[in-house]
């Protein structure tokens, strides 16, 4: 799914090498050379990271989450996203929401892999439906 001759997945990967406002221009760089929703997903995944209050990052995390769904087989990426925009309605006190998101990953955690990462954004879910159950 991730080509590493993708430009802005290069961009991206060399972002995540830096910090703070380093990383954010160089995901900012990548957001604007986007020209697929696949590239729009990718970037805007990486430059919710970067934002300054939760309604940025969750309006960041919104926005990949609605290139995900333009895109095929990204599946695997879903219950990250929904996990990431549930979190956010959780810190923003909007708990209505936040279960609404946690259940939707929940949903899509059929597509995780069974590894570290996996395992981890599982947990994560369970844990954030714990918190606002």
Known sequence: MFDANNKIVQ???????????????????????????????????????????VEEKLDWDKLALDHALKTDDVFDVLPSLYLNIAKCYEDLDD????????????????????????NLIYRGILNGLDRVS
């Open 11 to 53: 961009l991206c990967a060399k972002g995540m090498e830096l910090v703070d406002d380093e990383a954010k221009m160089v995901f900012e760089q990548a957001w604007n050379e986007s020209k697929t929703d696949f590239e729009k997903l990718v970037s805007a995944h990486y430059l919710a990271r970067h934002q300054n209050t």
């Open 95 to 118: 708990n209505v929401s936040a279960k609404l998101n946690y259940e939707l990953a929940l949903s899509h955690s059929d597509h995780l892999q069974n590894d570290g990462y996996g």
